[in-house]
């Protein structure tokens, strides 16, 4: 339906725990679209919901040919360690190691209430925790170090898009 625009860090919509799909119908049918649409762009690998301004458990992935999404997702396997940069969509033009599992398990429901099950090494391990952290409000800044965070803030605060993003 429609590519939307990406939230930045600093917006309140990203560090907000979403709420629960509960309702299954067709406005809920034109965010997976849009999600679908938005994370088809190139370089994306997943969107969630509230980096487009909807404070629901959504999102969408486009990592090595597979894409998809996840209504209520959750974590429910990890693995392994990778050590690796990690970019967000929020977070433009910047990217800081960052460690995740290797392995990952998302289990949610899609547009008909119907159990779907993602899992993934590597990228795609990384996309999954990635956006499952977007919908517990938590951006993969909070994710690194006390001082490597520390330094990211500071790269993220000489950024443009940081100081016109309000």
Known sequence: MAIRPIRRFGDPVLRTVADPVTVFDDR???LVSDLLDTVAEPGRAGVAAPQIGVSLRAFSYNVDGRSG??????????????????????VPGLSFPTTRAEHAVVRGVDLHNEPVTV???????????????????????????PERRRSALKEVRATDWFWKAG
């Open 28 to 30: 809920l049918t034109a």
């Open 69 to 90: 999404y996840v209504l209520n997702p959750e974590l429910v396997e990890t693995s392994g360690e990778q050590h690796g940069e990690e970019g967000c969509l929020s």
């Open 119 to 145: 899992s993934g090494s590597g990228l795609m391990a990384r996309c999954l925790q990635h956006e499952t952290d977007h919908l517990d409000g938590i951006v993969y800044l909070q994710r690194l170090d």
